[in-house]
């Protein structure tokens, strides 16, 4: 016969609000909503255009691949700046939506499955970037 294991009381009863190092914490003044959404990209503020050199991380680079990717082409977006990195996930989608292909976020850059350089740099241009194509 096997032994019975110890259960830990998780019913939220005394037993557990005195062992608990965070009982003491309050939740006065946290957003209640923990699960917003952060903001389209169409309502974030454009880049500005700074002194037009790399130094601002205006310059995003736009390359067309096919190595590694199971002869399959994608386009990937690279180069942004660390304040616009949390806003990858959002500009990705919106890529996706008007190119109405599909796409990825690995790392700090962005993937759009096919050949799309042309518009990708149309759309990154309205946003306020300075696209270049890089690579063959």
């Known amino acids: ?21 965070f009982g003491a914490l309050s ?3 946290l ?6 959404a952060p903001p389209p990209p169409e309502a974030l503020p454009p ?3 700074g002194n037009g050199g790399n130094g601002r991380g205006e310059r995003i680079e736009i390359r067309r691949l096919k190595s590694g990717k199971g002869g399959k082409t ?23 939506t008007r190119l109405g292909v599909g796409g990825a ?10 050949d799309n350089r042309e518009a990708v740099a149309s ?8 696209p270049v194509f890089a690579g063959g």
């Open 31 to 36: 957003n209640g909503d923990r699960r917003s």
């Open 123 to 130: 759309y990154l241009r309205e946003r306020g970037y300075r």
């Open 105 to 114: 976020v690995k790392g700090e850059t962005i993937e759009i499955q096919g």
């Open 27 to 29: 939740l006065d003044g």
């Open 1 to 21: 016969m096997a032994k019975k294991k110890e259960r830990i009381d998780t019913g939220g009863g005394e037993a557990l609000r005195a062992d608990n190092p």
């Open 74 to 96: 994608v386009t990937e977006i690279r180069g942004f700046p660390p304040a616009a990195r949390r806003h990858l996930p959002d500009l990705a989608k919106a890529l996706k």
């Open 47 to 49: 880049r500005g255009g």
